[in-house]
C-alpha cells in the first residue's frame, strides 16, 4: 500500500476561439494608373560605364549591393523588364525579372568587384547611366551594408509611381482570451498527481450519432468523464480536473493545452468510435504517432481532427512548432510514457470492457500533440453499435469503463514512483 506521500507530482456559455469574419468590405479604387510603357529597351555595357534605356517614361531607381558572389541589383519603378545583353568588361552576366507589379530588376553579376559611382538619369528621363569603378572585396563588402543609392529623372519627365489598384478592409475583432482553466478537484495536496479527463465533442459538435438511439457521442463521452473523475477522486490518490463539465465545445488544441497550462501528469480523451459496419464492437486505445497503425487509424484521426473546422474554417493553429517539437527527445519520453500506460489501461479494464483484437493503436490526433503530457485517446466503444452503446449510455457501463481507467491509473503512478 502506498501513503498519500508516496503520491508525488510530476510536474461560458460555449467559449468559441473562431475566426469571426465580419462582412467583408471590399472597396475598389478605380484610379486609373500609371501605364507602364516604360520597357527596358536596351543595357548597353562599355569597359567603365553602363548605360540603361527606356522607351517611355520611369518613376525612379535604386542600386543595391549584394556580396557573395557579388552583384548589383538595379531596381525600377514603374517600368517592365527586357531582355538581358551578354556581360562585357566589369560586367560578367546580366539578368532581368519582375520585382514585383510595376517594378522591374536588373542584376549585373560582377567578374569582379566594383561600385556605383557618378550614376544619373537623362535630362528627358529615358535613360540612366552610371560607372562601375574597381575596389578590393573588403570594400564592397562594406559598401554592400550601406544604405541604397535612390535616383530619380527629372521631375517634367518623372512617371507616376504606380498606384494600388484596390485595397480590403477586413474586420476580425479582437483576439477572444484563453479559454478558462477548470477546477481542479480531489484532495488538497499538490503533491498528488493531476489526471485531466477530456471529453471528446461537445457543444455544435455532437461527434457520432448512434443509428440504432440516436444517442449522441458528445453526452455519452461527458458521463463517461464524469464517472471516470468520480472513481478517481474516491480514490483519494489523484487530483482530477474535467475539460469540460458540461455540453460546450472547445477546439482541440484548447483540449490539451488545458492539461498543460494545469502541468498534468496524464492527459485521457474520452470518444465513443463509429463504423459503417454496425458489428464492429469494443473498445481502443490511441497514442501518438505520425504515421498511423493501420488504415482505419489514419481515417479515424482525420474525422476527429475536423472536429476544429466550421463552414471550411479551421479553428485550430497547428503550428511548425507542434511538428518540430515531436522530434524532441522530451517528446519521445512524453510517447514512450503514454504508450506503457496505453498497455496497462487495456490490462487493467479488460474485465469491465471490451477491447478490439488490436487494441492499442497509433494516429496523428491532434489532442494528443501535447510535447510533455503523456497523452491518450480512450475510444470506449462503438456508439455505431447497439451493444456498445446501450452498455456506453448506461450508469452500470459507465462504471465498469471508470472503475478501469482508475486501477490503471493507480498502477501507472505507482510505478512512477518506483521507477525515481
Not at 534605356?53 to 531596381?75: E, Q, W
Not at 503550428?319 to 510517447?335: G, H, Y
Amino acid at each position: 500500500m502506498f501513503s498519500d506521500k508516496d503520491w508525488t507530482s510530476r510536474r461560458r456559455s460555449r467559449h468559441k476561439r473562431a475566426v469571426l469574419l465580419l462582412p467583408l468590405f471590399l472597396s475598389t479604387l478605380l484610379a486609373t494608373p500609371a501605364v507602364l510603357a516604360g520597357n527596358i529597351g536596351a543595357i548597353e555595357i562599355g569597359e567603365g560605364e553602363v548605360t540603361v534605356r527606356f522607351d517611355d517614361l520611369v518613376a525612379g531607381a535604386s542600386t543595391l549591393l549584394l556580396a557573395g558572389p557579388d552583384r548589383i541589383a538595379l531596381d525600377i519603378s514603374g517600368a517592365e523588364a527586357g531582355h538581358s545583353p551578354q556581360g562585357a568588361g566589369l560586367v560578367r552576366a546580366v539578368r532581368q525579372g519582375q520585382q514585383g507589379p510595376g517594378t522591374a530588376r536588373v542584376v549585373l553579376d560582377l567578374d569582379r568587384p566594383a561600385l556605383v559611382s557618378n550614376a544619373r538619369f537623362a535630362a528627358d528621363g529615358r535613360s540612366l547611366s552610371f560607372r562601375l569603378d574597381p575596389v578590393s572585396a573588403e570594400e564592397f563588402r562594406r559598401a554592400s551594408r550601406g544604405p541604397r543609392l535612390e535616383l530619380q529623372p527629372p521631375a517634367q519627365f518623372r512617371a507616376k509611381r504606380p498606384e494600388k489598384r484596390y485595397s480590403v478592409t477586413v474586420p476580425i475583432g479582437k483576439p477572444k482570451p484563453a479559454v478558462a482553466l477548470p477546477r481542479i478537484e480531489g484532495p488538497d495536496n499538490p503533491r498528488l498527481p493531476l489526471v485531466v479527463i477530456d471529453a471528446g465533442h461537445g457543444g455544435h459538435d455532437p461527434g457520432a450519432i448512434s443509428p440504432h438511439s440516436g444517442k449522441r457521442e458528445k453526452d455519452i463521452t461527458l458521463a463517461l468523464a464524469r464517472a471516470i473523475r468520480d472513481d478517481l477522486i474516491a480514490s483519494g490518490r489523484v487530483r482530477v480536473a474535467l475539460t469540460r463539465g458540461d455540453d460546450r465545445y472547445l477546439v482541440l488544441e484548447e483540449r490539451y493545452g488545458i492539461a498543460r497550462r494545469l502541468k498534468a501528469d496524464l492527459f485521457i480523451s474520452v470518444h465513443a468510435d463509429a463504423a459503417e459496419n454496425q458489428q464492429a464492437s469494443g473498445a481502443s486505445i490511441y497514442t501518438l504517432s505520425e504515421v498511423a497503425s493501420d488504415r482505419e487509424a489514419a481515417r479515424l484521426a482525420a474525422r476527429e481532427n475536423k472536429a476544429n473546422i466550421i463552414n471550411g474554417v479551421d479553428l485550430g493553429a497547428h503550428s511548425s512548432d507542434v511538428s518540430s517539437i515531436l522530434l524532441d527527445l522530451t517528446q519521445r519520453e512524453t510517447m514512450n510514457v503514454a504508450s506503457d500506460f496505453a498497455r496497462l489501461l487495456q490490462r487493467e479494464a479488460s474485465g469491465n470492457v471490451k477491447f478490439r483484437t488490436t487494441a492499442h493503436r497509433f494516429a496523428s490526433f491532434v489532442v494528443l500533440k501535447a510535447p510533455d503530457t503523456p497523452s491518450v485517446l480512450f475510444e470506449t466503444g462503438f456508439i455505431s453499435n447497439e451493444s456498445d452503446a446501450d452498455f456506453l449510455a448506461s450508469a452500470e457501463g459507465q462504471k465498469k469503463v471508470a472503475r478501469g481507467v482508475r486501477q490503471a491509473v493507480q498502477i501507472h503512478f505507482a510505478r512512477q514512483i518506483a521507477s525515481n
